[in-house]
């Protein structure tokens, strides 16, 4: 948006900077057109006069020896006059071509000049004088036709820079009119645009905020670029910040409120649950019990068992028991708890549907958890990966460090049925099963205690192609892996 504003402002700025500058031009041109056409004036005024005094002095020439003869002195003054005009000509600055003819015409005058010089000094012979008066004439009447021609080139070239100078001035006043028109048009036309580019997305933003206001948290800004585009991303993720926290409250009040129930529950079902397991268990060792009786007391003691193992299950995941750190070793936590599953049938080398395990710890370094807690979240994973592959399979148990030490990750693989992609996301919720006997509990409390530990534990399947969970736990020193 800023870039928009510069760069609209930017062309304003061209155009009439642009304009103003070509209407300096032109009126600087104008004025030297006008100062030109002032001294062509100048110059035709000068030449009329001039040929004002030529003709004075025919005149002076024509009337001498008749009773209109002027005097002798105003005669001389008009000759003088003459050649003052001619004189005057030289004071200004001119092309060579127009100082060659100016000189042509000063000779002219000059030779004027001589012939009435004698003519008013020639007394003795009648007809000499007629001659001298007379060539004096012709002089007279050539010049005269020399400076009338001149007059009428100048008269040309006078009309022709008026008609310039009138264009340029028809000109300016055109592109000064267009500017005049321009500048509101562009005013309004950017105006608009930088008011439509801000108000447009600022609509947007008021309409998303009455809209997350209003509770609804998963509308999104969409649509706005620039500096609005940021603004947009950083309300959505705001949004989606709110949404997060409103959920993680709502899960938090609805755990306080399980846990509360489930332990008055857990009270009033263990004593009765005591009582009938012991009452099965003394009905069991009856000896006129029949056997069928008998069979049936043990499956009802075995499901009031299951009962028993939900019930805590269950008060677990609603209370989870506060964690007692300490350094724990991980390869040796993980060597205990496989050394469980020793002597279990499905790991026997000849088991049919065996399993085989292999062991892939390096060196890592300790990490602060609590042992048990980090034994039991084992233990399910291992027990989940065992009933992933009742045809048998690989589980692999890996050690390793990460992020240059400062983490330890213990992976769980196996060789199973995998998890379906529209199952994977479920499975760290409680309840989610897909096993006919199962509680759903297990990996929900394994991922709080491992989230109670400030690690994380995530999972990766391709249905068909194995499972792996892998435990993220930060190092409680730095350290390096090696096999072990
Ligand atoms: N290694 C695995 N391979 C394939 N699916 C798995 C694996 N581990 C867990 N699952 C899936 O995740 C679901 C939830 O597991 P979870 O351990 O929470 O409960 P459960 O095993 O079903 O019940 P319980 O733990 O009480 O026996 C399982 O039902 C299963 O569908
Ligand atoms: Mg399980």
Redesign the pocket.
């Known amino acids: 948006m800023k870039t928009k504003i510069i760069a609209g402002l930017a062309i304003y700025a061209v155009i009439f900077f642009g304009g103003g500058l070509y209407v300096l031009h032109l009126i600087g041109s104008t004025t030297s057109r006008l100062d030109n056409l002032i001294m062509l004036h100048q110059v035709e005024i000068l030449r009329e006069h001039y040929l004002i005094q030529i003709r004075r002095v025919q005149t002076d020439l024509a009337v001498r020896d008749t009773r209109f003869q002027r005097g002798f002195d105003a005669m001389v003054s008009h000759v003088l006059a003459m050649e003052r005009f001619i004189e005057t000509c030289f004071d200004c600055h001119h092309t060579p071509q127009v100082e060659t003819r100016l000189t042509a015409l000063q000779d002219h005058t000059r030779t004027y000049e001589e012939a009435i010089s004698r003519v008013m000094t020639v007394r003795a012979n009648e007809s000499r004088l007629a001659f001298e008066k007379d060539s004096a004439f012709q002089i007279g009447e050539r010049l005269t036709d020399e400076v009338s021609e001149m007059i009428a080139l100048t008269g040309a070239r006078l009309e022709a820079s008026t008609q310039k100078a009138l264009a340029t001035i028809r000109t300016t006043t055109l592109v000064l009119l267009v500017l005049l028109a321009l500048g509101p048009v562009v005013s309004i036309a950017l105006g608009f645009i930088l008011v439509r580019g801000i108000t447009r997305p600022l609509g947007v933003l008021l309409e998303s905020t009455r809209r997350v206001t209003a509770g609804d948290l998963e509308h999104r800004v969409r649509g706005l670029t620039y500096e609005f585009g940021e603004l947009g991303d950083a309300f959505n993720a705001m949004a989606r910040s709110i949404k997060e926290q409103m959920t993680e409250r709502q899960r938090a009040e609805q755990m306080a409120m399980l846990g509360r129930l489930s332990a008055g529950l857990a009270h009033e079902i263990k004593n009765p649950l005591a009582g009938i397991k012991l009452a099965m268990e003394v009905m069991a060792g009856e000896e006129s019990l029949s056997e069928e009786n008998r069979e049936i007391a043990h499956k009802v003691r075995a499901e009031v068992g299951r009962v028993e193992v ?1 019930m805590k ?1 269950f008060l677990t995941f609603a209370r989870p028991p506060r964690p007692q750190p300490a350094e724990v070793d991980v390869r040796a936590m993980i060597d205990s708890c496989l050394s469980l599953y020793s002597r279990s049938p499905r790991l026997a080398p000849d088991a049919p549907n065996g399993i085989r395990l292999v062991r892939d710890l390096w060196d890592v370094p300790t990490v602060t958890a609590d042992p048990a807690q980090l034994e039991q979240v084992l233990v ?2 291992i ?3 065992f ?3 009742p045809a048998g399979g690989t589980l692999t148990v890996r050690a390793s460090s990460a992020g240059g030490g400062s983490a330890v990750t213990i992976e ?1 693989r ?1 060789t ?4 379906a992609p529209e ?1 994977l996301g ?3 919720e ?1 309840f ?4 006919p ?10 991922k709080q205690l491992i989230d109670q530990q400030g690690g994380d534990l995530t ?1 990766e ?1 391709e249905a068909g192609d ?2 792996v ?1 892998r435990i993220s736990l930060p190092a409680a020193s730095p350290g390096s892996g090696s096999p072990a």
């Open positions: 939900l299950s399910n994973l027990l989940n990966a009933e992933a592959m769980v196996d199973g049925k995998g998890i199952n479920k499975i760290f409680p989610f099963t897909t096993k006997k199962g509680t759903g509990l297990g990996l929900a409390i394994s999972a399947s194995g499972t969970f």
